[in-house]
Every structure is written in structure tokens, then in C-alpha cells.
């Protein structure tokens, strides 16, 4: 079976080699960006299987993010959305622009592993 | 000369200074030095931070897939993982030898348990102990800085280091306020019950903020069951007590309704208003009674607070309370929300006045008002054509108008001025009773004017206006009176069951009346006060011994007392007596049993007894209209007409009869008068010192 590539965008050098590190081991192929821009142009190079954003990031935000993905480039590839921000606000306008799921900082990476797991087999095996 | 000298004398303060021109270059130079030397040091150290940031940025980088690998390392791992990750071990032990580098590692955790969750941050945790790091915390304890100590206990609560617990718990009263305060909070992050040692342990002030912080700390426990605060409402530490409360508040714990109940009478007002929250969230409708008793004694916020508690338990036996506090109070605020409260609890008792817009009826009201005014003051004199004039008939150019005499007769004034009013004022008459039977059910108003007037002149004139109603007007008047039935108005109302001619009047007249004397509330008198008070208490507290017994320490005075109690106590004492059956020693028990047998034997020959209800209703009411009698004929004036009725009076009237009193205290007191004295070990003692004294 062809292993999954993902996407990861998160500012945080450390949460981010972290999960990296956690997905990786889970035999996910993760792409790791740290701004919106070079995750951007990260997208326009390659789709991945599906992407992990942080909210809040420099260039440009997960919500901007999502918005792009589905009017833009019309790709329905599962989002997944994590914030500390995790007021009901946020929560659901990113819902509402079409992400598929949503995390509050802190994250658990066993829990945003199963979280992947099951967006993955949603979107690929149905 | 003398002017030239002055005028060319050269001043040396306010000359020209003189610079020396060839050290210009020289200071030019200096400066530019100086210019240079800054912009270097600027240059140097903001590239030395540079260097510092990404050589930090860089360790972070290459230490942040190590801290990763040795997380989520697991038992079960390849053996190319388990020998990549002893190796990494040897290495990182290697280089947590260096300070600095020990510095870094511990920085990436602390920001790294911000961010993850789960079993993962408990993996963080353990490997901060692993690498020994809490070590360096402990270090940071002993530092002479607050801000070192503060951050050392910050990190040991950060990562959740329980061994650290009792060393933590040693800055609990540390008199550095910061350092105290976080250890507070590390105590109670630590573990569930650091909230116990922290409200045991406490001597020191906890401030609000502080105070909320910790309620915060004690909500991020998963599956917290918290103790009983109720524990703690007895500390020594007021802001521990508020503090307990405000736990009580936020945990549901409404167990503790007396203790919560007692501490309403507070003198810390801060105490007495999360008191008075608890009691409100917890709806103990048994703290009514002390919420009004404390009333008179808080300050206007805690009245506010009082009143808001009374609107959300009380009912309308609350009003009478609620008016006293209207008529009395002076803070408009207090004043205020008390009249919000009385409508809270009956809804649209009292009703918008101020700044309306007057109807022409408000208008014809206060004209006829006005011109009714004179009337009380001047006596109108009126020709008329016959008796039974109609009003039509009377001629306004007859009428002569002079000032009333004091001393003239008042009965013939009232006459005429009721002949007077009659045919003219009968709408503003009206209002006029309208508006005093409001604002007297509402305690408003202390009707002046109506105390003033002698009681039959009232009589008349709400006779001559009720007789000029029309049937509509009636059925209105006696449905206001129905609403509050008031005892000033007996007389009229019975003026109408006997000559109204409509029966319906006649019966509805009846039952207001009726009402009016089962309820026997004035509302002005002062001495309603007292009456309600002595209603809402419970019959053993009306004994005149009661607070004598209160303030006894020894045995000896309260036997003095009880025995006391026997001679001239009657059925208050007996309620009291028999309530200390139940509270007092054994050692007292026989005085009591031998003093209620005697008064229950004095009351059967005697008074009655009554059942508390009973006395309620009946004694109280008879107390009120014998003081009543007082204020109306004067004490000289107050004859007591037989001996049923001398027997009924209050205690508070037995003076008049004192004679009577006396003979029966004697008869009692010829029977058995006996006083015992038992001299303590310490006069033996003195005495026999003294008396080794002399002898020596």
C-alpha cells in the first residue's frame, strides 16, 4: 500500500517536529512547512492526501487556508485545523469554509494520529 | 561719575562666557568618538543577541527530534530505533553537563507541555525527571531573589514534580507576597488535596484576584472531588472563611445552611456578601429571619445585597419589614431596591409617579386639591336656603371666609367645614383618601395632616364624601379599601354596613372590616415595629430573663436566675424554661423542672396558658391596642376597668399595677426563699494564705 503523504503547517519548530516525528513514525509521509506561504507554494507544487494547518501563522492563516483550497483550486482533500484559539467563533467559521475537522491546542498526537486515520479512510476508502 | 562707574563696570555673571576656541576641534572630536564607540556597542552586542537567538534556534532544531525520539519511544520498537535512541541518551547526557545546555532542554519542555496533551505530556513530565532537570528548580528555591524562587516554584508545579510538594508548601507564608502567591497556586496544582493544606496553613491575606486563580487551578482537575469547605468557615483567617465560601459557592455545596447562615452577621462585609450570595444561590429560606435582623446594622452595599436576597426567598410576610425599611431608610439606593423588593414580591405594589404626564383628570385632581387646601385652614362659613341644600343652590358670594381660632370648639368647626366641603370638593376628597390609603399601605407617607386632625372631623368628612359618591365611585372605593385593609378606616366602613343601602356594599364593607380587625396592622405607628419583631421571634425570646440568662458564665447566677424566673415569670417564662430543658445541664435540671411546675400551677389558677399562635394573635394584638389606648388618651388617662383585663396586660404594663404584683410575688416568695453560696477553691485559698501571712 502506497503510504499517505501529508502536509503539516505549524509555526511552532518544536510541536511541529514533534508531530512530525509522531506521524512519521505511524508510516505517514509528512511534509513539514512553518508559514502560509511556503506552504502556498508547497500546494501548488504537489497535492498531498491531506493537510495538517495551525490557525494562526505567519503570510497566511488555516482559515485562508481552507478557503483557497476548496473556491481556488476546488480540491476537497481532508483539512484538519488546529488553534489554541478554540473559541466557538472560530470553530465554527472553519467548519463553515469547509474544513473537515477541528483540534484545540494542547493537542494530543495520539489523538490527531486517529484523527488523520479517520479523515484518511473517509475521503479515500468510500 | 559714580553713575558711569556703574553703568561700565563689567558684571561677571552676566558676561558672555569666553570658549575657548582652540579645544573646538578637540570636543568635535570627542564626540564623534564617542558617536562611533556607541553605534559600535550598538552593532556588537545586537549581533552577539543575533548569534545567540539562532545558535539557540539551532540546539532547539537539532534537540527537538531527540526530545521527540525519546517521547514517544517505545519498548516495542525496532532494534535500529532502541540503538538510536541509547545513543542519543548517552549523548544528551553528555551535553546536559553544560548549564547552558540544560537551560535549553528545559526551556523546550516547559513550552512543549503548553502545546501537547494526553499521554504524551505525561511522557514530558517524566522525562524532565529523567534528565534530572527538576533538580535545577530546587536550586532556584534557595535563591535570595523572589523572582528565582517564584520561577523554581512555577517549574516544579509546571511539571507536575510531587516530591516537591513539602518543600513547596514551606513558602505558603513566606512574606515575599509573589513568592507566596505562586506558591499557592503550585500547591494546589500539584495535588487534589493541596487545596486542604493551603486553607489549613494559610496566616496570610489572599486577594481576590488571588482567590480566583486558585478556583481555576482547582478546575483544570479532571474527576475533582472536592472536600467540604463548610470546613473551613470556622478559620481564624477571615480571607480564608470568604475564600471557603466562595468554594461552597462555585462547588454546589449547600450543606452548611447554618454555618453560611451565621456568618450574614459578620463584621467583614466582604464575608457577609459572599455569605448572603451563598444563601441566595442556595435559596436557604431559613436565613430570612437573620438577613432582616442585620439589616439595620450593614453598610448600604451589603443592604442592597440584603434586600436582593429578601426579594428572591421572601414572601409577603417579608412587606411589613420592607415598608419599615422604606419609611426609614435614608440612602436613596437602599431605599430603592427596597421598593423594587416589595414589588418583586407582590408585583406592582408600588407604582410609577415621578415625571408622568398629567391627564386632564390628574389635573382637575390636583386643582380641586388646591382649592381644597384652604378649607383646612380657613373655615368656610355657608348661608344656605335650607338644610338639605342641594349643591346648585348655594351661593358662593355668601360664603365667608375667616382663620380658625385653636380654641374655638372643634366640633362645630368640623360641622361647618363638612358642610362646606361637601357640596364642592367631593372629587379631591376623594382622591385625597385614595391617596393617603395608598401611601399609609405603603408606609409612604407619615400622614401628617391626618394624625393632626381629631378623629371624628375625619370621620365626618370621609362620610360626607363617601355619601356624595355614586355607586361606581363606591364599588371603587371600598374594592382600594379591600386591597389594604387599614384600621383607621374601621369606622368608616362600619358607617357603611350600617347605612349603606346596596347589599353588596354593605357586605363587602363587612368583610373589609372584618379583615381589617383579624389583621390589626397600623402602618405608621411606630410601635408596628415592635409587633412584627416579637411576631417573627419565637415566644421564649420575649422572657425578660432571656438575655439576663444570655450573659450568664457560671452556674450559680443562672440557678439565681431560674429561681427568679419562678417567682414573677408567667407564660413567656414558662416557653423559656422549657426551651433550656432541652439545652442546659443536668446540674440545672431540677431548678427548672421546680420553677416550671410552679408558674404552670400560677398560670392554671391565673392566666391561661396559650399556644404560641395563640398568644401571637391575641396577646400581641391586645398589647397593641392597650399602647394604642396610651397614645391616644395619655397615660394618666389609661384606666384599667377589671380584673380580666388587668391579668391580660403585658409584661410591659405591669407597672401600672404594682401593687397587685407585689402581693403575689410575696405570696410566692413566703413559701420557699433560700440563696445558697459555694466559696471557690481559689477565696479558700487566698484565705488560707492570708491567713499564714498574719501568722508568719
Known sequence: MKTKELLLAEDDLMLATLLRYRLEKSGYQVVLVH????????LEQKMPHAIICDVMMPYFSGIELVDYLRNELSSNIPIILISSASNEE??????NMGANDFMAKPVSPTELLARVGKELNRYYCT | MYISNITYRSISWITVPKVPTDALWTLTWLFVALGVIYFVAVFVFKNKLNRHFIKTKSKHAQLAPIISNFLFHSTEDPKEEQKEYVNLKIEIREFLNSRRFRKIVSTILFDLQKDVAGGTKERLFKLYKELGLHHDSYAKLNSWRWQTVAKGLNELAQMQVEESFQMISKFLNDRRGLVRKQAEIAIITLRHDGINHLLDTTTYAISEWQQLKLIEALDQFDNYSPPKFSNWLISQNNDVVLLALRLIRHFNQNEAAKSITQLVKHKDDEIKLAAI???????????????KNVFWQSSDTVKIQLLDAIALLGDSNSLPFLKLVVTEEQNFMVLTKAQSTINAIVPETILPSKDLVETKKDKKK???????????????????KGKNTPINDIEVTEIEVYDIVKKES??????????????????????????????????????????????SQTKLDNVSAYKNMSFEERTKFINTMAEVPDARESELLEYIMENEVDAELRFQAFDVLKRTKQEQTPKIDEIEGLVNQAQILPLKYHSIFFELYEHCSDLDSKKLLIREAMFIGDLKELHFLKGLLESEPNALKPAIIESISVIENRCENGISILDEAEFQNQDLSHGLSHTQKVKKKGVEQLVIENETEIDKLPLEFCFLNLEKEEETVAKVMDTDIFFDFELSKEFHANVAKSKNRIEN
Open chain 2, 410 to 455: 372643634p366640633k362645630e368647626t368640623v360641622i361647618e367645614e363638612a358642610t362646606f366641603i361637601e357640596p364642592e370638593f367631593e372629587i379631591g376628597v376623594l382622591d385625597e383618601m385614595l391617596d393617603q390609603s395608598m401611601n399609609a399601605s405603603l408606609g409612604l407617607v407619615a400622614t401628617v395632616e391626618g394624625d393632626n386632625q381629631e378623629p
Open chain 1, 35 to 42: 508559514d502560509g506561504r511556503a506552504m502556498k507554494e508547497g
Open chain 2, 277 to 291: 450570595s451563598c444563601i441566595k444561590d442556595f435559596n436557604f429560606s431559613g436565613a430570612l429571619t437573620t438577613l
Open chain 1, 90 to 95: 472560530n470553530i465554527i467559521s472553519a467548519f
Open chain 2, 366 to 384: 390636583k386643582s380641586s386639591s388646591k382649592a381644597q387646601k384652604p378649607d383646612l385652614k380657613k373655615v368656610g362659613k355657608v348661608k344656605s
